[in-house]
């Protein structure tokens, strides 16, 4: 086992170092010039050679490639063309955001997620069965803005039961220790800002989870009626064992292999900013700093913001697989 750990970890190397090719020379495919971003339109000719100059724009791609290798290699991405600051500093200030909003919208797919499929798969062909079927088909197809529009009509217009956008209200101060609002009220027994806090993530993380919600049901609904056919699970039932035990005990699992792969997955691609849902209700992770981004043509935190994103997916690509290898010792590591 400790091999293979090794060898998924030695795999990242290359993976990243791909990354890193495709993103940066992909940037710079992108029409539009950092410098005269940076000093606008009616900047002089001179001005603008020097800033570029000073960013090294003037060198050829191989070299300013280089110098952005050396860069990474030591953890340095650069500094935001908008703000001059650091962008580690920036994605440290927005990246809590982003993995709290994503915990709580894995929380609610994975919950009820494989409950509905679970229960779906030991009531096939049930009103149960086609019904949440239904709704995961809706769940995958829904756009994100429209639900989310739609959930803030409903619950924050005219309902007022919870708070239209952002992380926090106003009046509410957390002392920050690990930029997770809920962990850090707990950590600090500050119970009127983890309430607040619970509030201002419910709409947005049940909005964010309702695409790996509907995957996750349909994933856990076939494989568990995969296994349910199998020879063991019939001579369980013929030796008078309660349906429960055989569902939950025995059936769930050997069943939970590819459910968990897909959650691992899932996980993965909503930690890289979860840009439609962040912008709606004025989440401040990487999503919107990442579309913020964009707009401004800041060249520099855009590649350092997907480096991040492509990173923390194939990471957690990793994880899933030995995760994976952990769960069914049948799987062979060497």
Do not use: C
């Amino acid at each position: 086992m400790l091999s293979f750990i090794l060898r998924r970890t030695l795999a990242l190397i290359p993976t990243v170092f791909g990354i890193s090719v495709l993103v940066f020379f992909m940037i710079h495919l992108v029409p539009g010039d950092p410098a005269e971003m940076m000093l606008g339109e009616r900047a002089s000719e001179q001005a603008l050679k020097e800033v570029r100059e000073q960013l090294g724009l003037d060198k050829p791609l191989y070299v300013q490639y280089g110098r952005f290798l050396a860069r990474l290699a030591k953890g340095d991405l650069g500094r935001a063309l908008r703000t001059n600051e650091k962008i580690t500093t920036e994605i440290a200030d927005r990246f809590p955001a982003t993995v709290e909003l994503s915990i709580a919208a894995m929380i609610f797919a994975v919950t009820l997620g494989m409950l509905a499929g679970i229960l779906s798969a030991t009531r096939q062909y049930s009103v149960f069965d086609y019904s949440s079927m239904i709704f995961s088909l809706v769940g995958v197809s829904m756009p994100i803005f429209w639900l989310g529009l739609i959930l803030m009509i409903i619950f924050s217009v005219h309902l007022g039961w919870l708070p239209l956008s952002g992380r926090l209200s106003y009046h509410i101060h957390i002392e920050s220790i690990t930029g997770l609002y809920i962990l850090d009220s707990l950590l600090t027994l500050n119970w009127p800002a983890l309430k607040d806090a619970v509030w201002h993530i419910i709409m947005p993380a049940f909005t964010l989870s309702t695409i790996p919600m509907a995957i996750i049901a349909r994933i856990t609904r076939s494989s568990m009626l995969e296994v349910l056919r199998q020879d063991y699970i019939r001579t369980a039932k013929a030796k008078g064992l309660a349906p429960r035990v055989v569902h939950y005990k025995h059936a769930l699992k050997n069943a939970l292999i590819p459910v968990i792969t897909v959650i691992g997955l899932q996980f993965g691609i909503l930690l890289g900013g979860a840009i439609l849902t962040e912008t709606i209700f004025a989440w401040p992770g990487i999503g919107l700093w990442l579309l913020n981004a964009v707009y401004a043509r800041d060249f520099n935190a855009v590649q350092g913001g997907t480096m991040l994103i492509a990173t923390t997916f194939v990471t957690i690509n990793m994880l899933v697989d030995i995760l994976y290898a952990w769960i069914n010792p049948r799987i062979k590591v060497s």
